[in-house]
């Protein structure tokens, strides 16, 4: 085989590891489509099985986006205009049962994705009781993300 033929070889299998990697690589769950599935009511297991997994507490969250803030010296995300939000329910609810919780709380749950987060507010009952999803991207954008952007992944 010839020296133009190997390099030519190593190329086609680079580009191909590469797309089979972009293209396996795990969709983002976070999305607006998700967040329709999202109902009032439904457990946080039920919420678990539609977003991947366990969100994080949301007073943790929010600490640590503006310890991100301070230290960049500005927003890292921007906002793309969406935004979706559940109304709160729990005026209709009698006193003492499902009463709702202080946002943020430690029962309160944000989950981050590559194009929005979703913030789910659950009564004492650990039942949804409120929920939103607010589009967003990174501000520095990597290659990647554009290219999965351009492509529509």
Request: charged share 30%.
């Amino acid at each position: 085989m010839s020296r133009k033929r190997k390099c030519l070889a190593i190329g086609l299998a680079v580009m191909l590891g590469f797309g089979l990697a972009l293209f396996l690589w795990p969709r983002d769950r976070i999305t607006a489509e998700s967040w329709e599935k999202i109902r009032i009511g439904m457990t946080e297991e039920e919420v678990e099985g539609i977003l991947g997994g366990p969100g994080e507490n949301a007073k943790e969250v929010l600490a640590e986006w503006h310890a991100l803030a301070k230290q960049l010296g500005r927003e890292p995300f921007t906002t793309d205009g969406t935004y979706f939000e559940e109304p709160i329910i729990y005026l209709a609810i009698p006193p003492g049962i499902g009463r709702m919780k202080n946002w943020p709380d430690e029962d309160n749950r944000i989950w981050k994705g590559r194009r929005g987060i979703m913030g789910v507010q659950f009564d004492c009952d650990g039942r949804v009781a409120w929920c939103f999803f607010q589009g967003m991207r990174s501000a520095d954008p990597s290659i990647i993300d554009r290219l999965r952007d351009f492509l529509g992944w």
